[in-house]
C-alpha cells in the first residue's frame, strides 16, 4: 500500500506506539536521576521544561560517579548502570567539577559523631536468616570500620542507643520507600539525622555465598554513611554506590580509609 493513502489516524498510531517507549524510557531516566540527587525533585515531575543541556549535564555527573565515559549522552553502557543494584542514599556530592573534588576522590557529608562509643539496636530483624547471624553480621560489619578508626560500636537490646538498624519492606515512615527486591537495597542516614540503617527486606539477603545480595557488604556500606562518609567515585571503593556482588576477599579500599581517618 503507497504510504500516501494510509489514513491519517493509522500514522498517528504508528507513531505513537513507536514513540512511546522511548519517552517511557527518558522519565525512567529523569526518575533515577532525580532520586540519587543529580536533577532537583521537581524536575521528576516537570519533563517538558527541562533543557537538553541541564538533562545533559546530570548525565555527564552520573557517569563521572560510575566511572564512565562522560558523555552527556544516556548511551547502553549509562542505562546498564542505572539497572545495578545500589545503595539508595543519594549521591549528593556526585560530579561537582572542582580541582579539590577530584583530587580527593572519596566525599564526606560534613557531619560526625563526637564521641567514641556508638550503640546500636536491631529493632526488626530479617526473615531470611536466623537472628544470630544478623547480629554477627552486622557486628561484623561495623567492626570492618573500627578496625581503622579509634571507635567502637556495641549492640544493646534495651536502652537509649545511638543508630536503629531495621529490615523493612515499601513505604517505612522514612518518606523513602523501598522498591521490592532488585535496585534500591539499603539506606542509612548521616549522623546530624540520626545514622539510622535500614534494610530493603524484599531482597534476598545471604551470607558468605554467591547467590542473594551479601549481607555483610551491603551493610559495611550502610554504616559508612552512618558514620558521615557519602558515595565515592572510586569504582573499587566500599563507598561507591553500586552493589558489586559477592567478594570472597572483601575488604576496605584505600580511599574508604582515607575518608574514615579523615573524619575520626
Known amino acids: 500500500m503507497d504510504i500516501d493513502v494510509v489514513p491519517l489516524w493509522v500514522k498517528l498510531v504508528f507513531i505513537v506506539s513507536c514513540s512511546f517507549p522511548l519517552v517511557l524510557a527518558y ?20 519533563g517538558s521544561l527541562l533543557s ?56 564526606l557529608h560534613g557531619s560526625k559523631w563526637r564521641k567514641r562509643e556508638i550503640a546500636y539496636r536491631i529493632s526488626e530483624y530479617s526473615r531470611k536468616m536466623p537472628m544470630s547471624v544478623v547480629q554477627f553480621e552486622l557486628q561484623r560489619a561495623f567492626d570492618l570500620w573500627a578496625d581503622v578508626i579509634p ?11 545511638d543508630i536503629e538498624i531495621k529490615f523493612v519492606t515499601g513505604h517505612h515512615g522514612d ?39 551479601n549481607l555483610y557488604q551491603v551493610a559495611a556500606h550502610e554504616f559508612g554513611h552512618s558514620l558521615g562518609l557519602a558515595h565515592s567515585d572510586v569504582r573499587t571503593a566500599l563507598m561507591a554506590p553500586f552493589y558489586r556482588g559477592f567478594d570472597l576477599n572483601f575488604k576496605l579500599d584505600r580511599d574508604d580509609i582515607m575518608a574514615a581517618q579523615e573524619l575520626y
Not at 571507635?151 to 542507643?161: A, K, L, N, T
Request: net charge negative; glycine share 10%.
Open 175 to 213: 518518606n523513602t520507600p523501598f522498591d521490592g527486591s532488585g535496585q534500591t537495597l539499603a539506606h542509612a542516614y548521616f549522623p546530624q539525622y540520626g545514622s539510622d540503617a535500614h534494610f530493603d527486606e524484599d531482597e534476598n539477603w545471604t551470607v558468605n555465598i554467591a547467590d542473594g545480595v
Open 151 to 161: 571507635i567502637r560500636f556495641v549492640r544493646r537490646d534495651y536502652g537509649p542507643v
Open 52 to 107: 537538553e543541556e541541564y538533562y545533559k549535564e546530570a548525565v555527564a555527573k552520573f557517569q563521572r560517579t560510575a566511572g564512565l565515559p562522560i558523555t552527556g549522552q544516556m548511551d547502553e553502557e549509562t542505562r546498564a548502570t542505572m539497572r545495578l543494584p545500589r545503595c539508595g542514599v543519594k549521591d549528593t556530592d556526585a560530579g561537582t567539577g572542582n580541582q579539590a573534588r577530584r583530587r580527593k576522590r572519596y566525599a
Open 27 to 46: 522519565l525512567d531516566n529523569m526518575e533515577y536521576l532525580r532520586k540519587y540527587g543529580y536533577l532537583e525533585p521537581s524536575d521528576g515531575r516537570t
